[in-house]
């Protein structure tokens, strides 16, 4: 497996150069970040060229089309889909992950209708250009009830979900918090296929009830209560061998990036250790 | 356009033969019945030979795949709905239907992912065939919170999710009954084309709020309140060359099947004149 | 039926502006052009602005994303085939269109199979913002032969292959000369649903056996052997109500844009006023 | 990995129940037989008995469905390929597959449009019982040209037409006289992911130029030239844990079922112990 970082849990670290330099400096093997943008700003060849130079992929990609709202929305977010699909392709990025909020204030039925259809066409633009689409189920119990209509929030209704889009190239993107607020354990992990999963998030979680848990109150990885060691080696078991991504959504903690990148280093030297 | 009838509004007319024989001599050009029990009867040819003898197509089957419940079920419903397709086929048959509950005991979302998959794959299986998956909108509005969860009952939701199935093939099963208590109009129907129709039913409703209007209180064609003129003109101007067949969901009337297929034809030949 | 022109058959027209002005004085009600060149021109507002100034539509573009070579050409398509889909949309276009070579260069089978993927993957592209696909059987025969290796020509291959490719707005783009150059009747016509025509294209052929009819020397409607007044009076029979656009692919004529279309009207209106 | 034997190669080994018993005596784990053949004999109850006493379970079944030819063929086979997939489906049996032959007599373009149209149908079929399909290329030369139009015989071809086949629960029937009749080597494993190989078939070949090879003359494994060992740890190293299956077309040898299982014992030995 590759360890990875997404921003989220490194403080501000800055430009996208200093995220990639001090990523690499840290260890980690990924990072999360948006390809467009990098080859907006470094030009194709410059982009892959900085990667390389500090020898870090892109782990993985935000589905930016809006699927959640309006028709409008989504295509008006189509174009830049297809670019940034485009330049993900180019710096041999084949990740691109969504979330699926628990509930919504839109009607859950055509709710449902519509992601359906959209998710399935935004898979098959990024399948197009070798890229899967993974979504994120997403446990805390808080948000079930933050809007009005409940939508989905565990593993095997994305499953469901995933079969019912039909599309090759859909899988899960697989957190570790959201894992552990579904109340899921190892063996729901050794169930799964390798190819179920497109990418996968680590964090870790106060030691609360499961249904007490916030979600943006996250702890560095191996500093909670999570099974993470469990985690780690139920996907290694399965046979996924992609990239582990830190995402630590959490207030400020006060500390410099270098900080935290030590402190995350510290976490995943330990869990991966313990494979 | 055609004229159909079904079982609904005729009383105890027997037997499939009966019904095809009693049928025909009052008109109707067409009966939905089930083409698997009328092979089972006559065999193959024989049924076909029996509509043929009385110039009566059947104009349309009922999915009997059950696609709202458990995993299980829907599965042991698939060998007799591949049987029944293949039944229909020899008939001539190219229409199935379904209807839509505007509500569901289960949860709403996991609901329409597992629907959404079930009945992709009728629509396939039916197509193989060369029959059209016909989906009908519920409009009453005592139904929608008959069970706990809103699914869908709109004309526009229905369009949605046959696009969101995204296979060929399925299209709307049009009642005037569904089409009056949501309270649209002929501009609706003149906004549709005429491969989105795979079927319609025809029948009437009491002067009542459509608030008020009860799923199983329905009256013949041309006895109520709804602009069955408007509804029939505006198929036949966009095209529709299909089947109407009358669907009265009634209580027992007391009349005999014969009082009620003369009564029918009545209300046909006086909205058909008016085309 | 909507009376539509092309470029072809029109000598050099010049710019868009002159060409929908023209269309317009010459009583055609639909042109057919790039949509993304006319935003481009004058702006979404500007073009549609100089569309409904003289009355007329965008009947139809052309897909410009190259579904039949590398997969690295038909990707580089994509970023435009998305914003092109948005202009068309933005100005109430709702048909595109591609040519089906009778012949490759490319095995046959794996050249059907990147087809189908790619066709299936613009169509949703295009689904998404209201527009169908046509694709064109091409059916003069001395195409046939001029690449290494059959592909198809009929339109009961087409037909096959829309279904094969199994998405929804899928349909025929259907010409005259093709529908001639296939040996095809207006039995054939008469066996269509209108939803299985996106557009038409009409001209006309030499009085020759249909085997030796070129491609490139068609006439104008009206002026050659095909029985076009059969042809439209099928489409018309079946509900067709959408463009006939004349493409007239001929060696120049020496006569002005003017003198052709007045000639192109002058055949319109003898075929129209036999409908 | 799983240890599998087909029928092919076993000689005459009689009824499922001594097909099976014998299979178990000599270690192996899986059979392929017709699911609903057993069940048809022993009941489900009894089959599933049969077999887990035994300790073997149904590694995968052939797809009878004929998507090769007529679609009044086709058709004919839907009802019992949904009997199949149940039968199988209650016997824990996830695998079918079909071979895929490099020629056709039909016309190739037409062929692979109703091929993958009726596959993908297949497919999804299979799918709602939990069955993959997988889709076997076919290496020896002499069939290339053994019938008029050539299709497919690459693994990369194949990998494509899964892909335009564009249903999850696809993928390779791989075959190691396949693999090397090809050309290909351990790196075009290495290349795959484990999901893309929804079973395997293992056997060998005579020391001769792979263009001279013959279908039906195939090697027990180990005893020929084919990298067996390169080829099983290649499957093991990317991370495939299903069947390895023997299947050895081959003239009879004049010897007995016990005599072939037991020297396809021994080539599994002598093989597996290598990985």
Chains 1, 2, 3, 4 share one sequence.
Not at 136 to 161: K, S
Not at 201 to 210: M, S, T
Request: hydrophobic letters at 45%; glycine letters at 10%; proline letters at 5%.
């Amino acid at each position: 497996m590759i360890r990875g970082v997404t921003r989220a849990g490194l403080g501000e670290i800055g430009s996208n150069e200093a995220y990639i330099r001090h990523a690499a400096e840290f260890g980690f093997q990924s990072v999360d970040l948006n390809p467009l943008e990098l080859t907006g700003e470094y030009g194709t060849a410059g982009a892959a060229e900085l990667l390389a130079h500090h020898g870090v992929i892109i782990g993985s990609f935000g589905l930016e089309a809006d699927w959640r709202g309006s028709e409008d929305a989504f295509r008006e977010g189509l174009p830049r889909l297809v670019q940034m699909a485009e330049a993900a392709a180019a710096l041999g990025c084949t990740s691109c992950g969504t979330y699926i909020l628990p509930a919504t204030d839109l009607p859950a039925a055509p709710f449902m209708i519509a992601a359906t259809r959209r998710l399935r066409l935004c898979a098959d633009i990024l399948g197009a250009y070798g890229i899967s689409l993974g979504l994120e189920f997403v446990g805390p119990h808080h948000l079930r009830t933050q809007w009005a209509n409940p939508t989905l929030w565990t593993m095997q209704d994305t499953l469901d979900w995933i079969d019912a889009i039909h599309v090759p190239h859909v899988g899960l993107l697989l957190d570790s918090y959201h894992w552990h607020t579904n109340g899921l354990t190892t063996s729901d992990l050794l169930a799964l296929r390798p190819d179920q999963i497109t990418f996968v998030h680590i964090n870790d979680a106060k030691p609360l009830p499961i249904g007490e848990l916030l979600d943006s109150d996250r702890l560095y990885p191996g500093e909670g209560a999570i099974d993470l060691t469990g985690f780690l080696r139920s996907l290694k078991h399965i046979g996924y061998t992609g990239v582990v991504a830190q995402e630590v959504l959490a207030p400020a903690s006060g500390e410099s990036s270098l900080e935290l990148l030590a402190r995350s280093k510290a976490g995943f030297d330990k869990l991966f250790q313990e494979l």
